[in-house]
Every structure is written in structure tokens, then in C-alpha cells.
């Protein structure tokens, strides 16, 4: 069975500055990994995501994350967050041949001006 | 589109009451699930479904029924409310197969339960 590893449950970061969330992850077989945001009671909105080929996938709203296959990691970044980036971050993660999603405790993110 | 329309919203249950939430989709997806999102737990599966007429339990089904009679529609029931089943609740759903690079789960709104 896979699991997520979210490794930080808080991140506080002032405007503009930049921020990155880590995600490692454990899985025997080939997965696919998503990053999703949740902003105050509201659903989960994907980020990105990251299939195959560059490990470098970019998304929605200024967000990049990179694949690292050897350190089963796929940490996410944002060279310059504002303040409504304020939000919770999931790192998902399923099997390739599969349906399941499992999810990382969690990262709060708290912007500060 | 309106993607994944989950109801109620809000819920307050007293122990012991029964209730079922409601969870619909309009995108033909094949495979749809439940999660109750927890603080500091991220989002645990309960129940999915593969299809019509195909479920099976994730990681806490305890307290929780499902039933898929059609593509659109996937029901949580609580049989009987318990304190502990306060949560947050997601309905999501995704294509089966993963052609064209259709992999994500689409989210419903949540429903926000209390027990008391």
C-alpha cells in the first residue's frame, strides 16, 4: 500500500517570499502524484499533477513541483506567494494501474503581509 | 457542468439518529468515493465505487453504508450517529481509466457533520 508524508503541518511565510512544501511518499509499484489546495471551506481544487516524463510539471496559480524519484519526493513551490495563497495543501498520491487517492496529512499555509 | 454537487452543506445529528448524504455527478465518471477529512489527518477514503452496482470499503467504513445504483448518484449512509463521526465529508469522483491523461478526482463542496 502507498502512504503521504507531509512533512511540515504549518507553514507561516510573508507576502512575496517564497515558500516550499514537502511531500515524500512510498509506493512499490509506478504512481501518479497530485498536489491539491483547499481554501477556506471550500472542496479540493487540483494543482498539478505529475504522470510521466519531465519531472518538472507546473500548475495553476504560480505552483511548480518536482518529481525526485530516488528520494520519493515531490516537493512543492512558489517563488512569490500572496496573501491568497492562504490555504491547505494536499499531497496526493495513487497507483498508476489504480482509483485510489491517498492523501498527506496536510500542510496549512498562512500568509502574512 | 456542475461537477460534483454534494447536500447538505451543514448537519447537526444527535447520537443514535440515522442519516444519508447525498452525492451526485455529471461528468460519466466511473469511479467516485467518499473521504471524511479530519484535523491533521488529511482525507481518509470510507467507501468507493468502481461503477454501477460495484462498491467496496476503504480505509473507515465502520458506521458508513454505500450504494451506486447509478453512474451519477453514490449515497453515504449513517446507520446510527456516533460523536466520533464529527467530520468534515467529500464526495469525489474520476474516470476509471486514465486515457488522455484523465487522472484527477473532482471534489464536491463538503459536508460539515456534528453529533452531539
Request: charged fraction near 15%.
Amino acid at each position: 500500500a502507498q502512504s503521504v508524508t507531509q512533512l511540515d503541518s504549518q507553514v507561516p511565510v510573508f507576502e512575496e517570499a517564497p515558500v516550499e512544501l514537502r511531500c515524500n511518499y512510498s509506493s512499490s509499484v509506478s504512481v501518479y502524484l497530485f498536489w491539491y489546495v483547499q481554501y477556506p471551506n471550500q472542496g479540493l481544487q487540483l494543482l498539478l499533477k505529475y504522470l510521466s516524463g519531465s519531472t518538472l510539471v507546473k500548475g495553476i496559480n504560480g505552483f511548480e513541483a518536482e518529481f525526485n524519484k530516488s528520494q520519493t519526493s515531490f516537493h512543492l513551490r512558489k517563488p512569490s506567494v500572496h496573501i491568497s495563497d492562504t490555504a491547505e495543501y494536499f499531497c496526493a498520491v495513487r497507483k498508476a494501474a489504480g482509483n485510489k487517492l491517498t492523501f498527506g496529512g496536510g500542510t496549512r499555509v498562512l500568509v502574512k503581509p | 457542468n456542475a461537477g460534483v454537487t454534494q447536500t447538505p452543506k451543514f448537519q447537526v445529528l444527535k447520537t443514535g439518529q440515522s442519516m444519508t448524504l447525498q452525492c451526485a455527478q455529471d461528468m460519466n465518471h466511473e469511479y467516485m468515493s467518499w473521504y471524511r477529512q479530519d484535523p491533521g489527518m488529511g482525507l481518509r477514503l470510507i467507501h468507493y465505487s468502481v461503477g454501477a452496482g460495484i462498491t467496496d470499503q476503504g480505509e473507515v467504513p465502520n458506521g458508513y453504508n454505500v450504494s451506486r445504483s447509478t453512474t451519477e448518484d453514490f449515497p453515504l449512509r449513517l446507520l446510527s450517529a456516533a460523536p466520533s463521526q464529527t467530520s468534515v465529508y467529500f464526495c469525489a469522483s474520476s474516470y476509471r481509466r486514465t486515457a488522455g491523461g484523465n487522472t484527477e478526482a473532482f471534489f464536491g463542496q463538503g459536508t460539515r457533520l456534528t453529533v452531539v
